[in-house]
């Protein structure tokens, strides 16, 4: 069954964690329920996830509002008709150029459907995108949480959610992921709403900090 959130159950799921788990709700009660962080299912958010990837946000944010500027939109038929120096005035790498115009290409071939995503379980979605260079796990995780909105997905391959989550715990650094994963599993079904409040704390910590 896909399970998804929405502002109608969102802030619901929030305070039934915050019954589950004590950290949890020690974020909740420092700073409020998370913003519900959502993008729409388009090509554009999938750039802007493979555009995250290992690095900040800060940098990827910047250069999608380059390629929305030189676009006007960005779609798979502008991205497969701009060459390597245009994207790299957008400041995208050489290797993501390669990630983004190979999707572009999988839509505008019809070998990718955006919108049958949405009928698909979290496993299919998965082994779907995966299938495409430069679509792995993370970037997965990112477009099943904020596009799709499904529940229960943690990001284990997250560094803001794992450091948040070893700093909440009182977790060695080099705890390892199975222990992290096992701790997440005790927030099934709603480990993608548990994230949102570990992003939110680390977040709200930077800020504090600053």
Same mark, same amino acid.
């Given at each position: ?47 802007? =996830? ?9 940098? @990827? &944010?910047?250069? +999608? %509002?380059? $390629?929305?500027?030189? *676009? ?80 229960? =997905? ?9 450091? @948040? &989550?070893?700093? +909440? %715990?009182? $977790?060695?650094?080099? *705890? ?35």
């Amino acid at each position: 069954m896909i399970q998804t959130f929405s502002d109608k159950n969102f802030k619901r799921i929030c305070k039934q964690l915050a019954k589950k788990d004590k950290h949890l709700a020690a974020v909740l009660n420092a700073y409020g329920p998370p913003p519900m962080w959502t993008r729409p299912n388009s090509f554009e958010s999938l750039v802007h =996830i493979i555009l995250e990837q290992q690095v900040s946000l800060a940098s @990827a &944010l910047a250069a +999608l %509002k380059k $390629l929305q500027e030189f *676009t006007g939109g960005i779609t798979p038929g502008k991205i497969l008709r701009m060459d390597d120096q245009a994207l790299r005035a957008c400041y995208v790498s050489r290797q993501k150029m390669i990630y983004i115009r190979g999707l572009a290409k999988a839509i505008a071939d019809k070998e990718l459907d955006l919108d049958a995503m949405l009928l698909l379980t979290d496993n299919a979605v998965r082994a779907k995108l995966t299938t495409f260079k430069g679509i792995g796990n993370w970037t997965v995780d990112v477009y099943l949480m904020f596009v799709l909105q499904r529940t229960d =997905i943690f990001p284990s391959g997250d560094l803001a959610a794992v450091n @948040a &989550l070893k700093q +909440l %715990k009182t $977790l060695a650094a080099a *705890t390892p992921r199975e222990a992290l994963i096992a701790i997440a599993e005790e927030w099934m079904p709603y480990r993608t709403i548990a994230t949102m409040i570990l992003w939110h704390h680390y977040l709200s910590e930077r800020r504090k900090s600053q």
